[in-house]
T-cell receptor, first 113, second 109 residues
Framework: GAGVSQSPSNKVTEKGKDVELRCDPI?????LYWYRQSLGQGLEFLIY????????KSGLPSDRFSAERTGGSVSTLTIQRTQQEDSAVYLC???????????FGPGTRLTVL | GQNIDQPTEMTATEGAIVQINCTYQ??????LFWYQQHAGEAPTFLSY????GLEEKGRFSSFLSRSKGYSYLLLKELQMKDSASYLC??????????FGGGTRLMVKP
Protein backbone atom coordinates (compact mmCIF):
# COMPACT_ATOMS: atom_id res chain seq x y z
CA GLY A 1 0.00 0.00 0.00
CA ALA A 2 0.89 3.66 0.06
CA GLY A 3 3.60 4.99 2.31
CA VAL A 4 3.37 7.66 4.98
CA SER A 5 1.99 10.90 3.58
CA GLN A 6 2.24 14.39 5.02
CA SER A 7 0.67 17.70 4.17
CA PRO A 8 1.40 20.38 3.36
CA SER A 9 4.82 19.72 1.87
CA ASN A 10 5.81 23.32 2.49
CA LYS A 11 4.37 25.91 4.84
CA VAL A 12 5.46 29.51 5.19
CA THR A 13 3.91 31.43 8.05
CA GLU A 14 4.39 34.61 9.98
CA LYS A 15 5.73 34.69 13.49
CA GLY A 16 2.92 34.39 16.01
CA LYS A 17 0.53 32.47 13.78
CA ASP A 18 -0.67 28.92 14.48
CA VAL A 19 0.04 26.06 12.07
CA GLU A 20 -1.29 22.54 11.68
CA LEU A 21 0.68 19.76 10.07
CA ARG A 22 -0.95 16.52 9.02
CA CYS A 23 0.32 12.94 8.85
CA ASP A 24 -1.38 9.90 7.31
CA PRO A 25 0.47 6.78 8.46
CA ILE A 26 0.72 3.53 6.58
CA UNK A 27 -2.59 1.71 6.85
CA UNK A 28 -2.63 -0.71 9.76
CA UNK A 29 0.38 0.81 11.51
CA UNK A 30 -0.40 1.27 15.18
CA UNK A 31 2.61 3.36 16.15
CA LEU A 32 3.07 6.95 14.92
CA TYR A 33 5.96 9.31 15.62
CA TRP A 34 6.72 12.97 14.99
CA TYR A 35 10.29 14.20 14.61
CA ARG A 36 11.82 17.56 13.80
CA GLN A 37 14.94 18.16 11.72
CA SER A 38 16.48 21.60 11.78
CA LEU A 39 18.86 22.67 9.03
CA GLY A 40 22.01 20.59 9.18
CA GLN A 41 20.90 18.86 12.38
CA GLY A 42 19.92 15.34 13.31
CA LEU A 43 16.35 14.25 13.85
CA GLU A 44 14.82 15.25 17.17
CA PHE A 45 12.01 13.15 18.64
CA LEU A 46 8.85 15.08 19.47
CA ILE A 47 5.94 12.75 20.30
CA TYR A 48 4.86 9.13 19.95
CA UNK A 49 1.40 7.55 19.70
CA UNK A 50 0.72 3.86 20.19
CA UNK A 51 -2.81 2.60 19.69
CA UNK A 52 -5.20 4.04 22.25
CA UNK A 53 -2.54 4.61 24.89
CA UNK A 54 -1.69 8.06 26.17
CA UNK A 55 0.95 9.60 23.89
CA UNK A 56 4.57 10.00 24.94
CA LYS A 57 5.02 13.77 24.79
CA SER A 58 8.48 13.82 26.34
CA GLY A 59 10.12 15.35 23.26
CA LEU A 60 7.84 18.33 22.78
CA PRO A 61 10.02 21.44 23.16
CA SER A 62 7.37 23.72 24.67
CA ASP A 63 3.67 23.93 25.52
CA ARG A 64 3.12 25.66 22.19
CA PHE A 65 3.42 22.24 20.59
CA SER A 66 0.62 19.68 20.73
CA ALA A 67 -0.48 16.71 18.70
CA GLU A 68 -3.45 14.45 18.44
CA ARG A 69 -4.27 11.27 16.65
CA THR A 70 -7.88 10.69 15.70
CA GLY A 71 -9.31 7.21 15.31
CA GLY A 72 -5.90 5.65 15.68
CA SER A 73 -4.88 6.81 12.21
CA VAL A 74 -4.36 10.40 11.05
CA SER A 75 -2.32 12.69 13.28
CA THR A 76 -2.13 16.46 13.46
CA LEU A 77 0.78 18.39 14.97
CA THR A 78 -0.18 21.90 16.01
CA ILE A 79 2.28 24.67 16.75
CA GLN A 80 0.75 27.76 18.36
CA ARG A 81 2.25 31.24 18.23
CA THR A 82 5.05 30.10 15.94
CA GLN A 83 8.56 31.42 16.49
CA GLN A 84 11.42 31.63 14.02
CA GLU A 85 13.25 28.84 15.82
CA ASP A 86 10.35 26.53 14.94
CA SER A 87 11.53 26.62 11.31
CA ALA A 88 12.49 23.04 10.44
CA VAL A 89 11.36 19.98 8.55
CA TYR A 90 8.73 18.08 10.51
CA LEU A 91 8.83 14.37 9.78
CA CYS A 92 6.23 11.78 10.63
CA UNK A 93 6.96 8.06 10.82
CA UNK A 94 4.88 4.98 11.47
CA UNK A 95 5.57 1.36 12.33
CA UNK A 96 3.41 -1.74 12.44
CA UNK A 97 4.31 -2.37 16.05
CA UNK A 98 6.37 -0.14 18.34
CA UNK A 99 9.54 -2.20 18.07
CA UNK A 100 9.40 -2.51 14.32
CA UNK A 101 11.10 -0.41 11.67
CA UNK A 102 9.82 3.14 11.37
CA UNK A 103 8.95 4.38 7.89
CA PHE A 104 9.12 8.09 7.28
CA GLY A 105 6.91 10.43 5.33
CA PRO A 106 8.32 13.13 3.03
CA GLY A 107 8.08 15.78 5.72
CA THR A 108 6.65 19.28 5.96
CA ARG A 109 9.13 22.12 5.58
CA LEU A 110 8.00 24.89 7.91
CA THR A 111 9.41 28.38 7.53
CA VAL A 112 8.50 31.01 10.09
CA LEU A 113 9.21 34.53 8.90
CA GLY B 1 22.56 10.39 28.30
CA GLN B 2 21.59 9.08 24.89
CA ASN B 3 24.54 10.45 22.89
CA ILE B 4 24.90 9.01 19.44
CA ASP B 5 28.24 9.86 17.88
CA GLN B 6 29.14 9.51 14.24
CA PRO B 7 31.49 11.44 11.95
CA THR B 8 30.06 14.56 10.39
CA GLU B 9 31.45 14.05 6.90
CA MET B 10 33.28 11.44 4.87
CA THR B 11 34.55 11.34 1.31
CA ALA B 12 35.19 8.24 -0.75
CA THR B 13 35.83 7.27 -4.34
CA GLU B 14 33.40 5.57 -6.67
CA GLY B 15 33.91 1.79 -6.58
CA ALA B 16 35.62 1.86 -3.19
CA ILE B 17 34.48 0.67 0.25
CA VAL B 18 33.58 3.00 3.09
CA GLN B 19 32.82 2.30 6.75
CA ILE B 20 30.73 4.71 8.79
CA ASN B 21 31.09 4.24 12.54
CA CYS B 22 28.56 4.98 15.24
CA THR B 23 28.90 4.80 19.01
CA TYR B 24 26.05 5.06 21.48
CA GLN B 25 25.20 4.81 25.15
CA UNK B 26 24.25 1.23 25.96
CA UNK B 27 21.65 1.62 28.73
CA UNK B 28 18.08 0.82 27.70
CA UNK B 29 19.21 -0.25 24.25
CA UNK B 30 16.52 -1.64 21.99
CA UNK B 31 18.17 -2.03 18.60
CA LEU B 32 20.33 0.00 16.23
CA PHE B 33 19.01 1.38 12.96
CA TRP B 34 20.69 2.90 9.93
CA TYR B 35 18.82 5.21 7.59
CA GLN B 36 19.86 6.88 4.35
CA GLN B 37 18.72 10.42 3.66
CA HIS B 38 19.27 12.20 0.36
CA ALA B 39 19.21 15.98 0.48
CA GLY B 40 15.67 17.28 0.75
CA GLU B 41 14.17 13.83 1.13
CA ALA B 42 12.87 11.72 3.99
CA PRO B 43 15.08 9.10 5.65
CA THR B 44 14.76 5.62 4.18
CA PHE B 45 15.40 2.49 6.20
CA LEU B 46 18.62 0.58 5.49
CA SER B 47 19.23 -1.87 8.32
CA TYR B 48 18.38 -2.96 11.83
CA UNK B 49 20.65 -4.80 14.28
CA UNK B 50 19.61 -6.03 17.69
CA UNK B 51 22.07 -8.94 18.07
CA UNK B 52 25.85 -8.81 17.85
CA GLY B 53 27.37 -9.47 14.47
CA LEU B 54 27.21 -8.52 10.84
CA GLU B 55 24.03 -8.24 8.79
CA GLU B 56 24.64 -8.20 5.04
CA LYS B 57 22.16 -6.84 2.55
CA GLY B 58 23.58 -6.49 -0.94
CA ARG B 59 26.20 -3.75 -1.12
CA PHE B 60 25.34 -2.59 2.41
CA SER B 61 26.27 -4.35 5.64
CA SER B 62 25.76 -3.32 9.23
CA PHE B 63 27.66 -4.50 12.29
CA LEU B 64 26.78 -4.31 15.97
CA SER B 65 28.66 -4.85 19.20
CA ARG B 66 26.27 -4.35 22.08
CA SER B 67 28.91 -4.63 24.80
CA LYS B 68 30.96 -1.87 23.17
CA GLY B 69 28.02 0.33 22.17
CA TYR B 70 29.37 0.33 18.65
CA SER B 71 27.99 -0.13 15.18
CA TYR B 72 29.19 0.49 11.66
CA LEU B 73 27.63 0.68 8.24
CA LEU B 74 29.77 -0.73 5.43
CA LEU B 75 29.10 0.34 1.86
CA LYS B 76 30.81 -1.61 -0.91
CA GLU B 77 31.27 -0.84 -4.60
CA LEU B 78 30.33 2.76 -4.01
CA GLN B 79 28.19 4.47 -6.59
CA MET B 80 27.64 8.18 -7.12
CA LYS B 81 24.03 7.77 -6.01
CA ASP B 82 25.28 6.67 -2.58
CA SER B 83 26.16 10.30 -1.86
CA ALA B 84 23.77 11.06 1.00
CA SER B 85 23.59 11.41 4.75
CA TYR B 86 23.64 8.21 6.76
CA LEU B 87 21.81 8.37 10.06
CA CYS B 88 22.58 6.10 12.97
CA UNK B 89 19.61 5.74 15.32
CA UNK B 90 19.32 3.96 18.62
CA UNK B 91 16.03 2.35 19.56
CA UNK B 92 15.13 3.22 23.12
CA UNK B 93 13.02 1.40 25.68
CA UNK B 94 10.25 3.88 25.03
CA UNK B 95 10.15 2.81 21.39
CA UNK B 96 11.28 6.12 19.97
CA UNK B 97 14.48 6.51 17.98
CA UNK B 98 17.33 8.73 19.09
CA PHE B 99 19.30 9.87 16.08
CA GLY B 100 22.88 10.92 15.68
CA GLY B 101 23.66 14.01 13.69
CA GLY B 102 24.21 11.98 10.54
CA THR B 103 27.29 11.40 8.40
CA ARG B 104 27.31 13.18 5.07
CA LEU B 105 29.02 10.93 2.54
CA MET B 106 30.35 12.37 -0.67
CA VAL B 107 31.27 9.90 -3.39
CA LYS B 108 33.69 11.27 -5.96
CA PRO B 109 34.49 9.88 -9.41
Amino acid sequence: GAGVSQSPSNKVTEKGKDVELRCDPISGHTALYWYRQSLGQGLEFLIYFQGNSAPDKSGLPSDRFSAERTGGSVSTLTIQRTQQEDSAVYLCASSSVPTDTQYFGPGTRLTVL
Amino acid sequence: GQNIDQPTEMTATEGAIVQINCTYQTSGFNGLFWYQQHAGEAPTFLSYNVLDGLEEKGRFSSFLSRSKGYSYLLLKELQMKDSASYLCARGDAGNMLTFGGGTRLMVKP
